[in-house]
Nanobody
């Protein structure tokens, strides 16, 4: 049984930083494509960033240069360091796991991920 648990969300002023964590159990994350997605009220879920089994990283244009995805295989934990936060980054952030390599240029498609966490809220004012 795969379980993903996010933490680290909260409220922050514009320009601030937050670090999200996603603790995984039931699957070795170093053998998976791991990703962060977000969904704001009234909007579709969008891919934020993903990291592949070989460490290759993918990121949405809107967060490049501000967000950094990383993975600690020893802890089976995924991270998202978010800097220079903007009000438009406000959303529920979800961790996702794909039981194979990331789908290349289609890494951002939520349908390609097999397991999801419950989400953690990020609010930027």
């Amino acid at each position: 049984h795969v379980q993903l648990v996010e933490s680290g969300g909260g409220s922050v002023q514009a320009g601030g930083s937050l670090r999200l964590s996603c603790s995984a159990s039931g699957y070795t994350t170093s053998n998976a494509c791991m990703g962060w997605f977000r969904q704001a009220p009234g909007k579709v879920r969008e891919g934020v960033a993903s990291i592949d089994v070989d460490g290759r990283e993918y990121a949405a244009e809107s967060v490049k240069g501000r967000f950094t995805i990383s993975h600690d295989s020893a802890k089976n934990t995924l991270y998202l360091q978010m800097d220079s936060l903007k009000p438009e980054d406000t959303a529920m952030y979800y961790c996702a796991l794909r039981r194979r390599r990331c789908a290349g240029s289609h890494w951002y498609l939520s349908a390609g991920y097999n397991h999801w966490g419950q989400g953690t809220q990020v609010t930027v004012s």
